[in-house]
């Protein structure tokens, strides 16, 4: 009785652990191709259908760009609006603070892959080094000065109302040579032909380890972006990537961006 007793005790302790352990970093990079500006969550588990609750990411952008709200176009993780804003404040008036909230709703995540949530343009002319996310450690918090009692820390709650939010990675610019401009010399195959459960695998032919990563970006026919992975030949090849429940019924693209040029597929999903 004793061993069950430890057992049982030793497993619930096990997956409580794994379950506080599961967090979820955030990513902004400026696409120049598209001209726009991506925020990303990055997990360190996977897990299909993850409960995404309230939440909110904060943008800081610089004083003189005059936007009273972010435009936001919403890919994954709910609906995201800029919903609280101080400009200038006198704390640090040579920044602007945005805070873009979302109600949640499930999402599907792959441990270290990054999960397009949502993106954004500003006016042009505008340093993409100088846009970034709120640092919750160093940022003015609610009560500095000309904060307005703003809250404008980064957080990203579970179903439990666990706190997921581990921290913001470093700004990356994202610049993809154009496509067009690359004759490809291998090729990239999908399978199932017609995607019938929301996952579909890649086989790709010509193409090695030694050519270094593949770009694999997933967009509607308007080329609106889902979903982008970056990784080696092998590893592409044994992930089973998933079409977002929204796009059932729909015909998508996947961009495949090598040092071997580009290759595209369609994607026909019928659920």
Request: glycine letters at 6%; charged letters at 20%.
């Amino acid at each position: 009785m004793k061993n069950i007793l430890f057992v049982t005790t030793f497993l619930l302790l096990t997956a409580f652990g794994a379950n506080a352990q599961k967090k979820l970093n955030l990513l902004i990079k400026y696409d120049a191709n598209f001209e726009r500006y991506e925020v990303f969550a990055i997990p360190n588990f996977s897990q299909k259908s993850f409960t995404w609750g309230p939440s909110q990411i904060s943008v800081v952008l610089p004083s003189s760009v005059l936007v009273d709200k972010i435009q936001v176009r919403n890919v994954d993780g709910g609906t995201w609006e800029d919903n609280s804003v101080v400009i200038a404040p006198e704390v640090n008036p040579k920044v602007s603070f945005h805070g873009i909230s979302s109600g949640g709703d499930k999402v599907d995540l792959v441990e270290k892959y990054e999960s397009l949530l949502f993106y954004f343009t500003l006016p042009k002319g505008i340093s993409a080094a100088m846009v970034r996310l709120f640092d919750n450690q160093n940022d003015p918090k609610s009560n500095a000065k000309g904060m307005l009692g703003g809250d404008f820390r980064n957080t990203i709650v579970d179903i439990t109302g666990e706190e997921r939010f581990s921290q913001v990675q470093v700004f990356q610019e994202s610049k993809i040579v154009e496509p067009a401009l690359i004759p490809a010399e291998f090729q990239a195959s999908i399978y199932p032909n017609v995607v019938r459960d929301n996952n579909f695998s890649v086989s790709l032919e010509g193409i090695s380890e030694k050519d270094g990563d593949v770009l694999m970006i997933l967009t509607d026919l308007n080329g609106k972006e889902i979903s982008r992975h970056k990784m080696g030949k092998s590893n592409i090849e044994q992930q089973k990537f998933t079409i977002p429940k929204v796009y059932n019924g729909n015909t998508l693209l996947a961009r495949f961006i090598t040092a071997k040029g580009t290759a595209t597929q369609r994607i026909i999903s019928d659920n």
